[in-house]
Structure formats: C-alpha cells, structure tokens
C-alpha cells in the first residue's frame, strides 16, 4: 500500500531560502519533462538540482529519484554534500529513516524518507549499472561532461512501473544542470534556437550575477580572470566558440631544447586506451633560441598520442621519445590516480599505477582546472610556442 505524503509540511523556502535567484525558481518550477539549466559559475543550479529533486520527493511518496554526476569523487565531494545540506529540514523534522547517521559521506548513497520515498547517488562512469534501473526522477549535475548517447540512455530508465504507479506522469523529469560548453550537445538539444526543438522540453538560461547569495569577494576573483574565462563560466554567453578557453598557440618551425635545459612532460590518458603527451621547455637563457624563441618564452616541442595501445605500449613509447631529455616533471591528469582498476585479489589500482607498473613514474595535476586555465593564459600572455 502506498504511504502517505507527510503530515509537516515544508515550502520551498526551507530549503532555498526567501530570495533565491529567479532561474532557480523557474528550474524548480519547471513541469516540462525534460529541464535543462546552464549558467554561471555560482548561480545556483546545484542547490536548485538538489532542491527539485526534494520537492518530487515530498510531493509522491513513491519517488525513486537519482542524483548523479559523472565521477564519484565530483558526485560525493559537490551534488551528495550539497543535498545534505539543502535536506537538512527534514532531518531535523525526523523524515530521514535513512542514513540515520546524517552525513554525506555516508557510503550507503541512498536516502530514505519516512514516506517511503527514496533518493540515490549515483556516479556515471559505468553505463551497464543501469541496465535494470527504474526510476520516476532523474537530475544529473555538470551534464556537459557526458555525451549524449549516455545521457538519453539515462533518460530511458525513468519509467511506470507496478510499484511507481502512484507517481503520475506530471512526477516524472529528467533534469540537468550544467556549465557553458557553447554548442555543445545540451545546447541542441534544448535550446530554443537549435534545430528540433520541442515544447515539451524546457530550457534555462542565467550569469552568475543572478544569484544575490554569491559572496561578493568570489564573484569580484572571478570577473578579474581572463576574458575567455569570465564569458564562459560567468556569463555563460553559449558561443559557437566559448568551448574553448584556450588561445591557439603560436606554430613555428620543428625545434629542440638545449642540453641541459629542463623539460616539463604531460601525459593524458584518455578513454578507449587513447593517450598522448606533450613535452615542453621554457628558455631560461639570456638569448633566443631557434628558430628564434625569446627568452622567458615556453615552447612544446614534441607530440605523442595513439589510439587503440595499452597502457605498457604507451609507457614504452612516452620513455622512448624522452631519452637524452633533462625531465624535470612528469605531470598526468590527476583524476588517473583513483582507485577505478579491479586486480586479483580485491585490491584497487589507478591508471597512474599501470604506468608506474610499466616504468613510468608521474604525478598527479592540480585538481582545479581554473586555475590551469589561467596559468595557461598568462603563459600565452608572455609567449607561447
């Protein structure tokens, strides 16, 4: 039998306060099924997310909602954190069976309510774990960073079933929320100008600027980044081009680092066993250097990158190509170091471990891209090759 909806009785102000920003509102209002919101850096949408999937939750006792992002460590450390703290009204009015101990790092990454409604974590690194999910609600937070196969795959586990039947249609959304990536698959999909647009998806657009919780010191660091930056992740302008942050370097003729100079090596390994890798040198000299890099300036010099090889070709080939070179520092992206690799015997590994394994020691990068972003522009300022 299905439960009834709670006797106490909550408004939305509970849980995004008395102002919220006028995106928020429209987002969490929105009835169409499918909802997508881009904006700004701290506008808001994950607090709004967070908040819409509450209000489903309170309203049809037999929600199955989900909450995902595309990695674990994203998922728990921003959308889980967030929802707890927006949920805490109804922990503290004694609707929360589960997880009694209210914290979000919690690994059971299911919440229960005393209704009988129930909310679940979920990371998006692994497709096949949805092969037999149904749910009533889904909200994805940072969409942009997934393809579109993957999200309308996602989007067809939101079903009726003989145990949701007391969730009406009007109960059941997919919702994302995401950051500027122009014209990327979000923006065909749902924006009104795209080509196929439906009415029965609904589109929000805001700046940072609309959210009147922002802290003004974060707002003014972030209008003082570069122009490329500010555009996409504060105005959200949703140009054919902001997908790219990056200035295109300058492509001069084939050179080569003097010996004894320090050279810096970033390696990426990508999805489907793809890698490549880059090596670079600043001219720490007094003079130029062929073909004619000024001092001070930074040139990549050599470039890797295959399709289809393991993890033990890529390490032979990178070490290879980098003998008779004084590396300094061995960078890959640090999201590689996760424990995301199964060996025998239970134990986890990272991808950084394979290479390691294979002889190639590295470390891992800063985690905020911002700031790369903005090392690398101010590199490009004083020359980049």
């Not at 509970?14 to 919101?37: C, K, T």
């Not at 881009?38 to 607090?47: A, L, M, P, R, S």
């Not at 890798?277 to 890099?293: D, K, M, R, V």
């Not at 640090?334 to 690799?341: E, G, K, N, S």
Request: hydrophobic residues 35%.
């Amino acid at each position: 039998m299905p439960r009834a909806a709670p006797t106490l009785r909550f408004r939305l102000s509970d849980f995004v306060g008395n102002d919220p920003p006028s995106p928020q509102l429209e987002f969490i209002e929105a009835p169409e099924f499918e909802v997508a919101w881009i904006g700004g850096q701290g506008g808001g949408k994950t607090v709004g997310l967070c908040a819409k999937a509450l209000m489903a939750l309170l309203r049809y006792p037999g929600s199955r909602a989900m909450l995902c992002r595309r990695t674990y460590d994203e998922l728990i450390k921003t959308t889980k954190q967030t929802f707890f703290r927006v949920a805490q009204p109804l922990k503290d009015a004694g609707l929360v069976d589960r997880p009694r101990n209210w914290e979000y790092t919690e690994q059971t990454n299911l919440v229960r309510l005393a209704t009988g409604a129930e909310l679940s974590f979920s990371n998006l690194e692994d497709e096949t774990k949805f092969r037999n999910l149904e749910q009533t609600w889904i909200g994805v937070d940072q969409g942009e960073e997934n393809d579109l196969d993957l999200m309308m795959y996602l989007k067809s586990r939101i079903r009726q079933t003989f145990r949701q039947k007391e969730v009406p249609p009007a109960g059941r959304q997919f919702c994302v929320i995401a950051n500027d990536e122009g014209h990327n698959w979000i923006w065909r999909r749902y924006h009104p100008n795209a080509v196929g647009y439906q009415s029965k998806r609904r589109f929000i657009h805001s700046t940072s600027l609309e959210n009147p919780y922002l802290d003004p010191e974060n707002l003014a660091e972030m209008l003082a980044m570069p122009p490329e930056w500010v555009n996409k992740f504060v105005y959200a302008k949703m140009d054919s081009s902001t997908g790219r942050l990056l200035p295109d370097p300058r492509v001069i003729a084939s050179c080569w680092p003097p010996a004894g100079l320090d050279v810096y090596l970033a390696v990426d390994h990508g999805e489907s066993t793809v890698c490549s890798a880059h090596w670079g040198f600043e001219n720490t000299t007094e003079q130029s250097l062929p073909p004619g890099i000024p001092p001070g300036w930074l040139c990549v010099f050599r470039e890797y990158w295959l399709e289809g090889g393991t993890v033990e070709q890529h390490a032979r080939n990178i070490q290879a190509m980098s003998q008779n070179l004084k590396i300094v520092s061995r960078v890959m992206d640090h999201t590689t170091f996760r424990l995301t690799q199964a060996r025998r015997g239970g134990i986890r590994s990272s991808i950084a471990d394979l290479y390691r394994d294979c002889g190639l020691v590295l470390t891992p990068s800063v985690g905020n891209p911002d700031t790369r972003v903005e090392r690398i522009n101010v590199v490009h300022g004083r020359g980049w090759w």
